[in-house]
Structure formats: C-alpha cells, structure tokens
C-alpha cells in the first residue's frame, strides 16, 4: 500500500491539535499577552512578572512565537503585531475571554465519547454554589461579547436600519448585537430578552455604552413570556437556533412571525453550514458541542435554517456570510396583501 504522506501529516496535525490549544490556553491563564501587551520582554524578566519558572517558560514562549501568537526582537518577546487588537486588554476585538471559554469548555469535551455512544449530553451535574453559579454566567457572557464584538459589526453594515425601529433581541446574552444597532442608529430602541440570571449582565453593557434610556428588558423562557403580537420591526435570534432541537425551532420562529410587524425582519446569526454539514469545520464540530450541552440542539444547515423560516411563514429568505464562520440568515414577515 502506497504511504501517504499527506494521509500521515493530515492524522498527525489533528491528533496533536490539543498541544497547540494547550499553549494558548496557558498562556492566558498565565496572563503572558497582558504582561507583553505594552512592552516586549527577554524571558527572564517576564517569568519573574508571571512568578514562574524560566527553564518553563522559554519553550513555552518559543511554541507561541511558533504559533505566530508572538514575535520575537532580539531577546524580548512581544505580541504579534496584527493580534494585539484582539490579545489586549480594553480592545474592542478583544478574543481572550472567547478563547479562554474553549479553555473551559475542555473538561465537557473529555465526555463525548460517553455522548457519541448514548446519543445524548451526559448527566454531569455540576455541583456549582450560588457564586460559582453566577461567575460561570459572567464568564459565559464574556465569552459571547467577545465572540459577537466583530459578527455583530458586520451585521449592522449588511443589515441597514431606517432609524426609528424597535428591535427585539431574543436570548440577547450581552446583548452584543442589539447594542451595535443601537450605538449606530440613535433613535432605534430595543427589548432585550434572557433569562434571570443574565439580564443583569445585559443591563450593565447597556449602561456601559450609555443606552440605557432606549432598552426594555424581559426576563424569563423566552418561549413562555408573553411578547405583543406584531410589534417589532426586526427580530434578532443570534446564536440561538442550534441550541434547540428542529421542532422548537420551528415553534420559536413561528412565535417570532406573529410578534413582528408586517413587513418586519427576522435576523438570525447562526454557524449555518454548506449542504453536506462539512464546511465550515467549525460548524461541524460545533454540532458536537450542542451534543454535549443541549437536549437536542445541533448545528444547521443552512437549508435547514431557510426551511424553518419558510415553513413558519417567512418570505424574502436570504443570507449572507459574516464572519468568523457565521452566517446571516434573514426572513421577512410579508404585509397583507390588500389588492
Ligand atoms: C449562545 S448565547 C448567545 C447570546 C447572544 N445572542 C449572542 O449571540 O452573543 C445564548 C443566549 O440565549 C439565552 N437563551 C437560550 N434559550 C433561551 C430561552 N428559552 N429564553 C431566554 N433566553 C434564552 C441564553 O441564556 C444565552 O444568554
């Protein structure tokens, strides 16, 4: 049988994938982008700052700068010129509380073949006290702002607003999306929907981007408040869809339909995939997560998104490619014809 070295590399990169998540991982726990954030360092200097030992960290910071996570000038070491927007603190692309959530969501991933064998998200309970609990939420939320900072930009430009709507953001997190709508149109209000437990965190992003004059907040299952019928003009479901199973979709969709205004929008962000559910490999994978963490949530195709929207009642069906592997699906309600 003929060697493939391809074959061999491909098998080889993908076992050993994890080293290189392990680096990043620990270097951020370690908090080395935030000490090298303003001013390269030798290594030395830096294992003091950090409190750990040079004979460790050397090869640590030589497999980042591998990684092409830093550069080195002489003997100091510093971050990589074009990933400082998003390794620093207090930047608006800041990734590192996105990243550190694919750190913390490791310890889930240990059970997927438990998941693969039963079909199900393994009973892993954890036994979280009622800080723990609430700091796993900040964390989370941090995590969605982070990931959603550049997705909703991009959002906003292919999605442009009269100015005067009323947006209803369901499963808002952070709100990372209806905010960038609503620091780019000044008259656009927005209703922000989540559960108990985030809302507070939503209200406090709110505040920080001074909005909080023109934002309502619900708390609750989104799928149980009682929403007035036709009252918005844009619906916004970001990163929402995969984590429920087909026919709570579809139930969600319809329920959204009925409160929009006729001739209003259904915005949905979602890591839709291509016909085959391969690409992006993103989109693949994160399929397996919503097995390991939803009863029933996966990710879609993007057919299956359009089907969704149609069968609930939706026209104009487009979509367009964001970024970061997510994709913008969109539906109109149609206004009653009167002819
Ligand atoms: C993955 S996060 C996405 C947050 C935000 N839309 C974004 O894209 O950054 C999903 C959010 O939806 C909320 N959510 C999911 N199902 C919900 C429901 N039935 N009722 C209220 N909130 C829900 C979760 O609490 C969480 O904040």
Redesign the pocket.
Known sequence: MACSEEGLSRIKKISSAYWQSQVLFVALRLGVFRELQDTPLPPEDLAIRLGVSPAGLEPLLTALEALGLLCRSGKAFGVEETLRPHLAEGAETDFRASAAHMDHLQASWLNLEAAVRTGRSPETKEDLSEAESRQQTEHFMEA?ES??AWTSQELVQRFPLAGNEEILDL????G??FRAFLRRYPAVRATA???ED?IPITRRCVARDGLGARVTYLSG???ELDLADEKWHVALL???MH?YPPDEVLSICRRIYSVLRPGGHLLV?DFFTDESGTRPLWGALFSLNMLLHTEGGRNYRLRDGETFLREAGFAAIRSEYLCLDSTLLIGTRPRPNIA
């Open positions: 969605m990931f959603g499963g808002c997190g952070p990372t999306f929907v989540d559960r985030v299952d989104f799928r970001s990163n929402v984590i962000s």
